[in-house]
């Protein structure tokens, strides 16, 4: 465990502002450099979160200050960038989803392992109080046996949305964007990997899933669905049913407001309201990562369960026909 830990972030985009505000409200974390493509752009982020701008990544990875990197680039950048981080002894942190295939995160995480250095997919709704006390509810198995789970994460942006994310080139689409949260969602509460997963997506004509529904089969009976998208607007929260009751957790990820409700047979509605800003939601998952760096992996949040991720990730899409130019092929 680190009682403090100093961070370097590459990037300036959004995430990367959302993560700086999580590190200022963290216990552990200190911001201490920020890497952008142009010294102008690290000079702004830091002016306003702190930190030693640079105008590369490259400098970040070489400041002798920074222990941990949390890297906030697009998709296709995240191989490339692990790898670096791992070779430069840094922990790291992988915004998700953590590659654009399975084969490109297995080698990637080769790396990791190799280097000996901490590793964790930022899913930060993993580290949240809200997702620990679902795991602690379904183990003490307040709605019996787990038979289905249903949830949606999708966002309404304009067609004129300009985005890696409206890149199918560089995989982007609802489904590595947001859809990654109900797969990830959906395998914690499984505890197991699914047997079959297909993905009915509406592919526009820039080579990305505006929208999709998907479905997941498990090991024995357990099944599951999903909605997700960038261009539709959804409720955005989780159903989760059982033998004896249900569960609905109104706002599974980012846990900003909303409440986890427990339906058990035979008892009156028990609601938990878990929620914290946005910013604290980003600290906890900071404070993860000083946790358990000697551990050089989270428990949330494992090297084995970003794997198995990805692996569903290639399921869903191969079912759907959708290819990423820029992904490795093996």
Request: include cysteine; hydrophobic fraction near 40%.
């Amino acid at each position: 465990m680190a009682d403090k830990l100093n961070w370097g972030i590459l990037a300036t985009g959004g995430i990367a502002r959302q993560f700086a505000g999580g590190v200022k409200v963290s216990k552990t974390g200190t911001l201490t450099a920020v890497g952008s493509r142009t010294i102008e752009s690290a000079q702004k982020f830091t002016d306003q979160y702190g930190g030693k701008p640079y105008g590369s990544y490259d400098e970040v990875l070489s400041d002798p200050e920074v222990e941990a990197v949390y890297i906030a680039l697009p998709h296709h950048m995240h191989y490339e960038w692990t790898i670096k981080c791992a070779e430069a002894g840094k922990a790291i942190l992988c915004e998700k989803p953590f590659t654009l295939n399975a084969l490109e995160a297995e080698r990637a995480l080769a790396e990791v392992r190799k280097h000996n250095v901490f590793f964790m997919e930022a899913f930060m709704y993993r580290c949240h109080p809200q997702t620990l006390k679902l795991q602690e509810l379904l183990a003490a198995k307040v709605i019996g046996d787990v038979k289905v789970v249903n949830s949606e994460f999708a966002f309404q942006a304009g067609k004129t949305w300009e985005n890696f994310r409206t890149e199918g080139a560089l995989g982007g689409g609802g489904l590595m964007d947001v859809g990654t949260y109900c797969v990830s969602l959906t395998r914690l509460v499984a505890g197991t990997e699914p047997e079959s997963a297909h993905y009915s997506a509406y592919i526009g004509p820039k080579g990305y899933d505006e929208f999709g529904s998907g479905c997941m089969k498990f090991p024995g009976e357990f099944t599951a669905s999903f909605g997700t998208g960038v261009h539709i607007g959804m409720k955005n929260g989780a159903w989760i049913y059982g033998t004896e009751g249900m569960i609905h957790i109104e706002n599974p990820w980012k846990a900003s407001e909303g409440k986890l409700i427990v339906y058990a047979r035979g008892k009156d509605p028990e609601s938990f309201e878990l929620n914290c800003s946005n910013d604290e939601l980003y600290g906890y998952e900071a404070d993860a990562v000083a946790q358990f760096i000697d551990s050089k992996e989270c428990p949330y949040m494992t090297l084995e369960d970003t794997i198995n991720n990805m692996r569903t990730l290639d399921m869903l899409r191969a079912s759907a026909g959708l290819e990423f130019d820029a992904e490795m092929k093996a």
